[in-house]
C-alpha cells in the first residue's frame, strides 16, 4: 500500500495551487498529477449529498481509487497532495489520523480579510455574485475563514510539530524561501524552485469569455495527459486576463477587522505564530 506522507491542507485563496506546482519540481517529492484537490478525507459514504455529489466535488471515493494516485511514487521519499478544502472539514483530522498517523500537515494562513476580498473575487470571477463588496460581506457572514476553531480540531489529533505553517505574506513575498522551508520539513535535499509563474492569482477578469474558454472543464480533463508546459501557459493566460478589483473601501475594511480581531489574536496564541501584522489596518487586501 502506497499512501502520502504529507498533505497541503490549506488555506483556501492562500497560495496552495502555486504550492502543489512548486513542490512537485522537487525530483524527491511525488504528487499524483492528474489531480491537485483529491478531497478524499473529505468524503463521506454515509451522506446522501455527497454520494449524489458530482466526480467533481468528490473526484476520490474509495481507498483503492486513493492508492492508485500514489502508484506511480517509486523512490520518491516525500508523497503527498493538497487538499485545501481538509482544513476546513471537521472530520478530516480523525479520518486522516487513523489511516496515516505520521502524516506531515502544511498550511498556508491568508489574513483572513484578505481571503475574504479574495474569495469574493474569485466568485465574481466565475459568475456566481456581481457586486464585491456585498458578496465580501456575505462571506464574512460565516466562520469559513476563521482559522483557530479548525487548529483546535487538528492539534487534537496531531502533535504541533507535524504541522508547519506560515503565513501568505511571506510564501508572496519570497515564495522560494518558503518552499526551501517546506523541503527541509519534508526532511528531502535541498533543492532550489522554479517559482516564476503563479498558478491561480486572484483579481477579476478583464474579459468574462476569455476566463470561460481559460476555466473550461476540457482543459481540466487533459491534466493527466498534458505535459506541465500547457498548465503553465494556462497560469499566463489566467494571470493576464486578470486585473485588481476596486480597492476595498475603508468601511468595508473597518468592519472585517473588527469581524476577525479576535480569531486572529486566538489563532496566534494557539499556533505560537507571529500574526501581528494582520491586526493592522494596513493589512493587504488584494
Known sequence: MVLPNFAVIGAGKAGTSSLYQWLRQHPDVFMPAAIKETRFFCYDAADPEHVAASD??????????????????????????ATPLYLDTVDAPRRIAALVPHMRLIASLRDPVSRVWSHAQMDVRQGLATDLEAEALHLADSDEHEYAPKFRRWLSHFPREQLHVFRYDDLAADPAAIVRGIFRFLDVADFEPD??????????????????????PALRRLRPIAPPAVF??????????????????????????????????????????????WLSPSAATT
Open 232 to 277: 503553465d501557459l494556462v497560469a499566463r493566460m489566467r494571470a493576464m486576463n486578470a486585473k485588481p478589483p476596486s480597492p476595498m473601501s475603508h468601511a468595508l475594511r473597518r468592519r472585517l477587522d473588527e469581524r476577525y480581531h479576535e480569531d486572529i489574536v486566538a489563532t496566534q496564541e494557539l499556533l505560537g505564530l507571529d500574526l501581528s501584522m
Open 195 to 216: 517559482v516564476g509563474v503563479r498558478h491561480n492569482p486572484g483579481g477579476v477578469p478583464r474579459s468574462r469569455f476569455a476566463q470561460r474558454l481559460i476555466e473550461a
Open 56 to 81: 467533481t466535488r468528490f473526484p476520490i471515493r474509495t481507498l483503492e481509487d486513493y492508492e492508485a494516485l500514489f502508484a506511480g511514487a517509486g523512490d520518491a521519499k516525500a508523497i503527498g497532495e
